[in-house]
T-cell receptor, first 115, second 112 residues
Framework: QQQVKQSPQSLIVQKGGISIINCAYE??????FPWYQQFPGKGPALLIA?????SEKKEGRFTISFNKSAKQFSLHIMDSQPGDSATYFC??????????????FGKGTLLTVNP | DVKVTQSSRYLVKRTGEKVFLECVQD?????MFWYRQDPGLGLRLIYF???????EKGDIPEGYSVSREKKERFSLILESASTNQTSMYLC???????????FGQGTRLTVV
């Protein structure tokens, strides 16, 4: 059972355009929703994260939009640059303690920004 | 600067060998994870540990085991390597709920 569904699998955007990646989840216990960015040959690194008490979070050119009732969240990259070309993963984590600190990841989106 | 260090970047092993992948973190994190990354499949959780000597199976534990004798070190063991275990292996650690997970650089394992 895939708990976090991510789309599209790949995305090509022109420089200056808007990149949009979507994720949907099923587990209502999820309470923390990060996005990770991975460049070739590197491990993933946290880009931006949101908790469901807010509907939007913005950090520079990166924005997460969150829709709790639809159980969906998305990453928007404004003014996309060639340096943003990377693989992006959405993830989700439940709020309870104990052994529930694991992150469940989507399958990833390969973003290519053409100059 | 926080760090998760994986002992090898590239590893080539023969079918049937016992393989150890080592991961060390210097952030005093309670939680450590092993993921496997394959094209089109994303990051899949193999095992995680929420305390020393404590472990829990992830989504794809078959063919793997783990060891955590010290807080900073989490080892992934392939008991008898098979070609379908050729993959990128990523170690991560985090302190708790709602916190950033830090990843190592990954170990690209090839089983021949």
């Amino acid at each position: 059972q895939q708990q976090v569904k991510q789309s599209p699998q790949s995305l090509i955007v022109q420089k200056g355009g808007i990149s949009i990646i979507n994720c949907a989840y099923e587990n209502t216990a999820f309470d923390y929703f990060p996005w990770y960015q991975q460049f070739p040959g590197k491990g993933p690194a946290l880009l931006i994260a949101i908790r469901p008490d807010v509907s939007e979070k913005k950090e520079g050119r990166f924005t997460i939009s969150f829709n709790k009732s639809a159980k969906q969240f998305s990453l928007h990259i404004m003014d996309s640059q060639p340096g943003d070309s990377a693989t992006y993963f959405c993830a989700a984590s439940p709020y309870s303690g104990g052994s529930n600190y694991k992150l469940t990841f989507g399958k990833g989106t390969l973003l290519t920004v053409n100059p | 600067d926080v760090k998760v260090t994986q002992s090898s970047r590239y590893l080539v092993k023969r079918t049937g060998e016992k393989v150890f992948l080592e991961c060390v973190q210097d952030m005093d994190h309670e939680n450590m994870f092993w993921y496997r990354q394959d094209p089109g499949l994303g990051l899949r959780l193999i095992y995680f540990s929420y305390d020393v000597k404590m472990k829990e199976k992830g989504d794809i534990p078959e063919g793997y085991s783990v060891s955590r004798e010290k807080k900073e070190r989490f080892s992934l063991i392939l008991e008898s390597a098979s070609t379908n275990q050729t993959s990128m292996y990523l170690c991560a650690s985090r302190t708790g709920w709602g916190t950033e997970a830090f990843f190592g650089q990954g170990t690209r394992l090839t089983v021949v």
